[in-house]
């Protein structure tokens, strides 16, 4: 596979973005949903604040308030033994396991470049977290474009667990709410960009409890707010790049051949790259064939080393033709794009 | 609060029910969905069957399986140290705490009766598992009665997980598949009546992993086979009877003071009570009011001992006038019948 990382790269850093909340640090402009407005590439960058440390024997946890519209602080000591801050992104539950916060609050950003290479990102949050759904933040958002509305959905956080919510816009300054689309455990919905067999179609992954796995999912719908009919479509696989969670990366791309998906899969020890899988153009429901190895995987300097490092995770990509320009977030810090060719992504896969 | 346990309870046991699988046990009858249909009591059983045991060293696990329509057993020696068998339900994976089979299957049965107490099982079931989604069992039923149209919807159980799946029914001989409409982890559906300000309700009961608890959300749909929209909405409460987990129980009963839902609370060593609590009549996702002391507990012996002893768990009641007809599974065993005045329920609220 020859995939040619930009020379920019990192192309937007958490250096780049001052932040929006006083007293706080930016420590990720990452997992950005992309698409194109106009005559310029958006990416919808995940902003992601803590406050800054004031004493390194406490960690902080900052939380939104939905009643007042401001963002509290909670301070733990690192001895609690009630907690486990090994995981620098969570304050986990020592006895359960659960996280019990999140160590920074991430919100979504507006960042335009007319080469896609070179971006400005905008002063406030373009989506900030807004009703007690929202209060651990909102993460990882994905655009799909139908007729003349941008669909924005991410994840939103809460200690009622994660789901899936989404916005709109047809101008990127005006957004309209749509509530909840996926109840937790849910993340990384994408929803194809046209009608199916008169259907709407999303990917989505849950995370059950009891039983099974972070796999992912199909549902359908009339109107883009419901979906039902879920089926299972794509599970782990033991001993590959993908054995540990696997979860959407890029809106659907339609391509001869079938819908191709670039998925992420992360190794049981937490080492996330990209793959692909294409399902039938007229039922997505049906896998036709899937990468046996990455098509990108954590080797530059900025994708092996940052907040939570060897991640590479994308939410979205621009296709031209052949050229697949596939941004992506890096290290749970930065946001990169490299460039494929669709037909050897298309080629590189294994047809069943 | 008054109760009147019926004399004929437990009115169904597996002593009643002789096994579909030829070299299978009834374990239990329990949990049944309930509806009137013309002039009789209609309750749709859960039917928990497992393989008769030939060596007390193996524990047995029966696996429907799609692509011939048959169950196979699946054997494991009692010493194998990658499994738990502590819990009888269940075969859990050592390492994980997930369960990796359940120890019988499930399917439903429907049991007809005149007079509310004296019930005639078929001799066959009417809703049996059919996809691979389906393949450890299908669990729980509810049935809600919209126009002519009985909709019932159970958990779908398989490797993949927990989910809800529904069907429905004119004349319960002829059922069309509606698919899983809440996708893993979920179970507890409970579809409101009729639609309340156009659009159509449901409870439902999510088991996010991450965070958050079993707790009960509302999710609305224009068909209801897509559903979307979803909010929390009542949350377990510390050192009370429905600290460990809670779940929808009975279809949500019309009153002027708004809908009732009597509902399942489990305490942290699964003692399972039922309890209610009053919704808005013109907005469900507003709770107005709910039971601080369970309305029914697990105190005759019917309820205290049997497969998993202290459960009383309805998932559906009668309501007559100012009388509720609550029945219920008792200890994942048989069913059984309570009497509960409507009023006195109503009025043993706390509202906020």
């Known amino acids: 596979m020859h995939v040619y990382r930009y020379e920019e790269n990192p192309l937007i850093t958490p250096e780049d973005v001052p932040p929006y909340h006083e007293g706080f640090e930016v420590i990720g402009t990452f997992n950005a949903g992309v698409t194109k407005f106009r005559d310029e590439i958006i990416l919808l960058l995940r902003v992601a604040e803590r406050p800054v440390s004031h004493d390194e024997n406490i960690v902080q946890a900052p939380v939104f308030n939905p009643d007042t519209g401001l963002v509290e602080i909670y301070e733990f000591r690192k001895d609690d033994p009630r907690y486990d801050f090994s995981d620098p992104r969570v304050i986990q ?16 950003r507006i960042a335009r470049s007319k080469d896609g290479r070179h971006f ?12 007690k759904l929202e209060v651990f933040g909102i993460e ?13 959905y991410f994840s939103a956080v809460s200690p009622n667990g994660v789901g899936e919510a989404m916005v709109s816009t ?20 994408l ?14 992954r849950p995370v059950p409890k009891s039983n099974g796995a972070p796999e992912i999912w199909i549902a359908e719908s009339d109107n883009l707010l419901y979906w039902g009919n879920h ?8 001993d590959k790049w993908d054995s ?12 001869d051949r079938g819908w191709l998906e670039l998925y992420h899969g992360a190794s049981k020890d937490n080492r996330y790259c990209m793959g692909a899988v294409l399902l039938d153009l007229h039922d997505p429901t049906k896998v036709i064939a899937r990468s046996e190895q990455p098509i990108l995987e954590p080797e ?35 946001m990169a794009c490299a460039e494929l060719r669709l037909s050897e992504i298309l080629n590189s896969l294994t047809y069943y």
């Open 93 to 108: 539950n020592a006895s359960t396991g659960q996280f019990a916060y999140l160590t920074s609050l991430s919100y979504l």
């Open 231 to 238: 089926q299972f479509l794509l599970g782990l696989r033991e």
């Open 191 to 204: 929803i194809f960009p046209e009608k199916i067999n008169g259907k709407y179609y999303a990917l989505h």
């Open 120 to 131: 400005t990102v905008e002063d406030k949050p373009f989506v900030y977290p807004s009703n």
């Open 244 to 255: 540990g969670r696997i979860g959407g990366g890029a809106v659907p791309i339609k391509t």
């Open 300 to 334: 530059a300097d900025y994708e092996t080393n940052g907040f939570f490092g060897n991640v590479v995770f994308s939410c979205g990509a621009i296709v031209e033709g052949d050229m697949v320009k596939m941004y992506y977030g890096v290290a749970d810090t930065s």
């Open 140 to 152: 990882d958002p994905r655009i799909t474009l139908i007729d003349d509305t941008y669909y924005i």
């Open 170 to 189: 047809k101008d990127f300054q005006q957004v309209t709410h749509h509530g909840m689309i996926f109840a937790p455990e849910n993340k990384d919905v």
